[in-house]
């Protein structure tokens, strides 16, 4: 209810009719069958427009929407290569097209690679898994900070392309593979569950090492016959294990 008379009168043709009688603003929204709606509340007089109430609010809302929308596509998603540099690279490639789905769908992505004991003294091997990943998501990512250390770990900040992007779905377009829209919330699941794995496991080690006062290195035993990883095959030769 517009209580203020005078008002300032926009009317439905957008052009303004000046100061009018807030009763006969009324009469004559109501005679082109639209709403009398307070755009300006703050002003003096206030401002108000002769418009379709319904559609004013759909718009609104519209618009809220691109802008909470927009907001989403600024969060940083952080996707963390394993607990330590002897993450398998089978695993590496899974974490590699998790960022790539994150930023094709214009998240900027933050990888972090873990030290555990010794490792710290071969840092060059977690940075230059850093760099190839950087490499491998060139055709659609920029990075926005090289390598930082925080602790026992390196962190890289890749940002979206929008160039590259637009010109690779354009791209895969006009081959007939239309680009998927990603489930978003699929995708940051699978992702929390990694992470979540990663903790559970660093908190059973601590716990290990609470109890017995020692690191998790296993005493002697019986050969493994299970098959090995290369990675850690030449993690171990390097640290002497």
Same mark, same amino acid.
């Given at each position: ?46 401002? $108000? ?84 990943? $950087? ?107």
């Amino acid at each position: 209810m517009i209580r203020i008379s005078p008002i300032r009168l926009i009317d439905e043709n957008d052009e303004q009719a000046g100061l009018v009688e807030t009763h006969e603003a009324i009469r004559r929204a109501q005679e082109a069958g639209l709403d009398l709606v307070e755009v300006v509340a703050d002003a003096r007089p206030p401002v $108000c427009k002769i418009m379709d109430y319904g559609k004013y609010k759909y718009d609104l809302s519209k618009k809220e929407q691109k802008t909470r929308a927009s907001r989403k596509q600024a969060e940083l998603k952080e996707i963390r290569l394993g607990r330590s540099i002897k993450i398998d690279p089978h695993d590496v490639g899974i974490r590699v097209d998790q960022a790539r789905r994150f930023l094709m769908a214009g998240h900027k992505v933050q990888l972090t690679q873990r030290f555990r004991g010794r490792e710290m003294a071969h840092k060059q091997l977690g940075l230059e898994r850093l760099a190839q990943i $950087c490499e491998d998501l060139s055709d659609i990512a920029k990075v926005e900070m090289a390598p930082r250390w925080m602790g026992r770990q390196a962190s890289i900040l890749l940002g979206p392309d929008k160039p590259r992007i637009e010109s690779l779905k354009a791209r895969l377009a006009q081959e007939g593979k239309a680009h998927a829209e990603e489930d978003l919330a699929k995708l940051e699941a699978e992702v929390a569950k990694q992470n979540l794995a990663e903790e559970a496991e660093d908190q059973a080690d601590e716990g290990d090492e609470a109890k017995t006062g020692v690191g998790t290195k296993r005493g002697k035993g019986p050969a493994d016959q299970r098959a090995t990883n290369p990675v850690d095959d030449e993690i171990n030769e390097l640290l002497g294990g």
